[in-house]
Structure formats: structure tokens, C-alpha cells
Nanobody
Framework: QLQASGGGLVQAGGSLTLSCAAS????????IAWFRQAPGKEREGIMC????????NYVDSVKGRFTISRDNAKNTVTLQMNSLKPEDTAVYYC????????????????RGKGTLVTVSS
């Protein structure tokens, strides 16, 4: 029901835009969070956008580089990633929680399949 897309291979310093789309429900009433899981590491919450459009950042390392936004008309949430670093390499996931945000994967009502982002040095 949730699908992340837009991953790929990019050189360090480059940019990627990830998209999260829902097929069977409206994202408008949900907080949408992006998570990532790097090889050998636990999944972590990165950023979340509230139903109001307000955002929260859970990881200091992406501050100033990643931006989350939503387009309720298109039923999508976007993660714009700039100035990418090799340590950003991970599988990126989006997830939805009714009315609010969370950085906990287990707290999300809908959890999508991921998209792989590989940043080469």
C-alpha cells in the first residue's frame, strides 16, 4: 500500500529525490516518516512530516541536506536528498502513522517496501 521509489546509484555530493506513494488510502491524514537501514545497522527514522506540513528531523547528520515535503493532491511525500555522502548508503523506507509522527518503525500503521540508495565515494 506504500511504495518508496527513486533510489539509485549516485556519486558523493550528488542528489536524489525519493517519492512515497500510497495506492489504497489518502496520505493526507497521516504523519509520513522516512526510515533507512544501512548494511549491518538497525533501521532508523530520519525525518517525518505531520499532517499540518510541519516537519521533524530525527537524525543530525541529514540536517541541512535532506528535505521532506508532501503533496496531498498527488498523494505523495518526497524526500529530497542533497550533498549525499557514502554513509547515506542504505535502503530507504517510508511509513505512515495516523495523525502524527514517530521515529519508531513498529509504531507505524503502514510500512512500505524500500528503495536502495547507493552513494559512491
Amino acid at each position: 500500500q506504500l511504495q518508496a521509489s527513486g533510489g539509485g546509484l549516485v556519486q558523493a555530493g550528488g542528489s536524489l529525490t525519493l517519492s512515497c506513494a500510497a495506492s489504497e488510502f489518502a496520505l493526507e491524514g497521516y504523519g509520513i516518516a522516512w526510515f533507512r537501514q544501512a548494511p549491518g545497522k538497525e533501521r532508523e527514522g530520519i525525518m517525518c512530516i505531520h499532517t499540518t506540513g510541519g516537519t521533524v528531523n530525527y537524525v543530525d547528520s541529514v540536517k541541512g541536506r535532506f528535505t521532506i515535503s508532501r503533496d496531498n493532491a498527488k498523494n505523495t511525500v518526497t524526500l529530497q536528498m542533497n550533498s549525499l555522502k557514502p554513509e547515506d548508503t542504505a535502503v530507504y523506507y517510508c511509513a505512515a502513522r495516523r495523525y502524527t509522527c514517530s521515529s519508531y518503525w513498529s509504531a507505524m500503521r503502514y510500512r512500505g517496501k524500500g528503495t536502495l540508495v547507493t552513494v559512491s565515494s
